[in-house]
């Protein structure tokens, strides 16, 4: 009798097991790489999930016999059937990108693959287009190209990165405590031909991201392999050129993949005073794959560049003739930089439920910049210019942990984290100079040092249609600062520790409409020499945010993505790195609607369309005194693009900014713009000639403008009024790709 029980025991065992049982595996495509973000569905049992970056998935409740589909979209969708317990090895075919097979609820990220398709569509050459792929992004240039863009998006002006956390690989790009501004963040690192994906998000609803994403943040991945290797040489007017370099270093397998690429730029740009502007960019990526999957990656990369500029200029002098729109006051502008980044980064499957993502890193900084914005107002002798320098050491960390299982009948996921940076930055200045060769007088200068480390939880319980998902952030930062113009020498030291909630909601109305509620506190660090001058009081100013949004499907080959959003931003106090004050600003509010579509006429036509419209008030002043200076009110970029049609490719595109404040009363207006852009390519076997016309229709547009209280030298009083740096006029280029 009780090895009759035993019996019966050990087989309802079994078939609980076998009922319960995992099938694991691997897609890759064609050239062996593997697949990411793939739709792998059991047909009998209804369970579903995704690969990983690996390619690796783990599909529960699935037993040999069962049948499941693997589908991504601008692939082939295959079905097969499992035969046995062996791990599965699934080669999907490349094809042309259909629009009408994209399932909304098969995607592991509908943002994500949005701007997959616009990746493809309308490929990017140059630093600023990798910005500008974020729907409701815009940038503006204005200081000789070497500078890091001035940034708008969701009714902030975030100068150079302080409300928007960007990263490339898992590594920073935000400078926390930097020379020129809270959250710098230059790009120009990134050799646009190898950026493979853009992650991004608005409002600050991320639990894995922290410091700086209040208005968004913008993750960016590198290829992990090349399909073949390619140089590249472009030649355009303004004594522009531009080379690029891909090469192959291995022959792509499954196991290991190398390749290097390199970039240099040089122009002189519109202005009459040349621009002698050069970028050298060094790139190197190397992937390796164990028998079990897991991957291991190592990236160096190394840029540098100098730039002569000619400012912001006065309105005034060109109303009056005195100069041109390309003309300038101080042609003594400019500036070098230069970075060099090594990272390294690790994926594992630690159980078939469990995955392991790590990365370290460390980056060398270097920055010299030169401006003079207010001319003779201050010394009507030598004039106004300033200096600003710093040189920084960067270490950091990261590592997440993601589990998956099952609560009864409800799906769990669970992300937790961890990370550190460590900022060491050396003589960080300001100083009043003369032609950027005599000091004149040292304002700041001083040595930094600032410590952040982080946690977070990420939960996910899934109810059918409905997914829920609270989230939990921890920071703590460690401020140093010695202040090198004291007689007697001191280390200020501050801490600060901020703990920044997250709930989300997602709920999947049918396969093609998704509804979500985001809501959030994010928030930004200030200045290290902000945080010791107000003893750490208000010195981690919160955002508390909130969107409503949809993506739907209406039609086929039509996605609409739409979202109503408010955000609220506490009192902070602003380093104003140009003039080394610290400047109060109170409390702030904006709300809008954020509207795209993507629809796709046939194989070959794309169109697609973002608009944003936005109100941004101070909310503790008074009507009429309380707008925000340069912040957009409406935004709108659109693009019909071309893809392999015969040979051909291509696109024209538009973006357009309204007019908005410069000032708190309205009373000095920023233009708006219009401007159409044109590139043309034409494939023929292993060779690409492409024409690009920027500016088409040649309109004049200010590419960035501020108000700005300044004197000339020959005037008795001040003038405050809009000072500006052109944008690009008609402007055209010719590309010569040769592949192999």
């Avoid at 003079?372 to 050491?393: C, M, Y």
Wanted: hydrophobic share 35%; glycine share 8%; proline share 3%.
């Amino acid at each position: 009798m009780k090895k009759q029980l035993l019996a019966v025991l050990m087989f309802g065992c079994f078939f609980m097991i076998s009922n319960a049982q995992s099938i694991k595996g691997v897609v890759v495509n064609e050239l062996n790489q593997p697949l990411e973000a793939v739709y792998v569905y059991n047909i009998n049992s209804e369970n579903h999930t995704h690969s990983s970056e690996n390619g690796v998935f783990v599909i529960t409740n699935t037993k040999i016999g069962d049948s499941i589909r693997l589908g991504l979209l601008g692939y082939k969708t295959k079905t097969l059937r499992v035969e046995d317990n062996t791990a599965l090895k699934v080669i999907l075919e490349e094809k042309v990108f259909q629009l009408d097979e994209m399932v909304l609820n098969e995607e592991l990220n509908t943002a994500s693959t949005i701007s997959r398709l616009d990746l493809k569509v309308t490929p990017v050459n140059s630093s600023q287009e990798v910005l500008r792929k974020v729907p409701g992004l815009f940038i503006g240039q204005h200081a000789g190209g070497g500078k890091a863009e001035q940034i708008f998006l969701r009714g902030f002006d975030i100068d150079h990165g302080t409300d928007i956390s960007i990263s490339v690989d898992g590594m920073p790009v935000n400078m926390v405590s930097h020379a020129h501004g809270q959250g710098y963040s230059d790009l120009h690192f990134v050799i646009p031909e190898t950026v493979n994906k853009i992650d991004f998000g608005k409002g600050g609803y991320y639990a894995q991201e922290g410091d700086f994403n209040t208005a968004g943040y913008v993750d960016f991945n590198t290829k992990d392999y090349l399909k073949e290797s390619s140089i590249s040489f472009s030649a355009g007017q303004f004594n522009t050129l531009r080379t690029v370099g891909l090469f192959n270093l291995l022959e792509n397998t499954k196991n290991k993949n190398a390749y290097v690429a390199l970039e240099y730029i040089a122009t002189d740009g519109p202005f009459e005073s040349p621009q002698n502007f050069n970028r050298l960019n060094l790139f190197g990526k190397y992937v390796i794959y164990s028998p079990e999957n897991d991957k291991l990656t190592l990236t160096a990369s190394h840029f540098t560049s100098r730039w002569d500029a000619s400012g912001q200029i006065p309105q005034r002098e060109v109303d009056n003739g005195n100069i041109t729109r390309f003309g300038a006051i101080d042609d003594t502008e400019g500036g070098t930089t230069e970075r060099t980044n090594f990272n390294i980064t690790f994926d594992k499957y630690i159980s078939d439920n469990t995955k392991l993502s790590a990365n370290a890193f460390y980056s060398h900084y270097a920055f010299e910049l030169y401006s003079n914005f207010t001319f003779f107002l201050e010394d009507d002798v030598n004039g106004d210019q300033i200096k600003q320098k710093e040189d920084r050491n960067i270490f950091g960390a990261n590592t997440s942990i993601n589990y998956t299982t099952y609560l009864g009948e409800t799906e769990f996921n669970l992300t937790t984290g961890l990370g550190v940076r460590h900022d060491i930055v050396d003589d960080v200045e300001l100083s009043r100079t003369l032609n950027r060769t005599t000091t004149l007088e040292n304002i700041q200068l001083g040595d930094i040092n600032q410590t952040n480390i982080s946690g977070f939880v990420n939960t996910e319980f899934e109810f059918g249609k409905l997914k829920i998902a609270p989230a939990l952030r921890l920071d703590y930062f460690k401020f140093l600062y010695v202040d090198a113009l004291q007689e007697n020498y001191e280390t200020q030291s501050e801490t600060k520790t901020i703990l920044s909630p997250k709930l989300n909601f997602y709920y999947n109305a049918n396969n093609n409409l998704q509804l979500y509620l985001k809501s959030g506190l994010g928030f930004h660090s200030n200045d290290t020499r902000v945080v010791v001058a107000n003893n750490a009081k208000d010195i981690l100013p919160r955002s508390y945010g909130a969107d409503l949004g949809t993506v739907w499907k209406p039609f086929s080959k039509l996605v609409v993505n739409s979202a109503v959003w408010y955000l609220f931003l506490e009192q902070e106090f602003v380093y104003v790195g140009d003039a080394g004050i610290v400047e109060p600003s109170g409390k702030t509010k904006r709300y809008g609607l954020d509207l795209g579509l993507r629809y796709q006429f046939n194989d070959w036509l794309f169109l697609d369309t973002d608009a944003t419209l936005t109100n941004a008030r101070s909310i503790e002043e008074a009507d009429g005194e309380d707008y925000i200076p340069l912040a957009p009110d409406f935004t709108l970029t659109s693009g019909l693009s071309v893809d392999n049609l015969d040979g051909f490719s291509g696109g024209l595109r538009l973006r357009y900014l309204d007019d908005r404040p410069a000032n708190e009363d309205n009373s000095i207006v920023a233009e708006g713009y219009f401007v159409t852009d044109l590139n043309l390519n034409y494939e023929f076997k292993n060779i690409t000639l492409g024409i690009a016309v920027e500016n088409l229709f040649d309109v004049d547009w200010n590419e960035t403008q501020f108000a700005t209280e300044s004197r000339l030298q020959n005037e008795a009083q001040s003038v405050e009024e809009i000072h500006f740096t052109p944008g690009t006029p008609f402007f055209i280029k010719g590309t010569v790709t040769y592949r192999f």
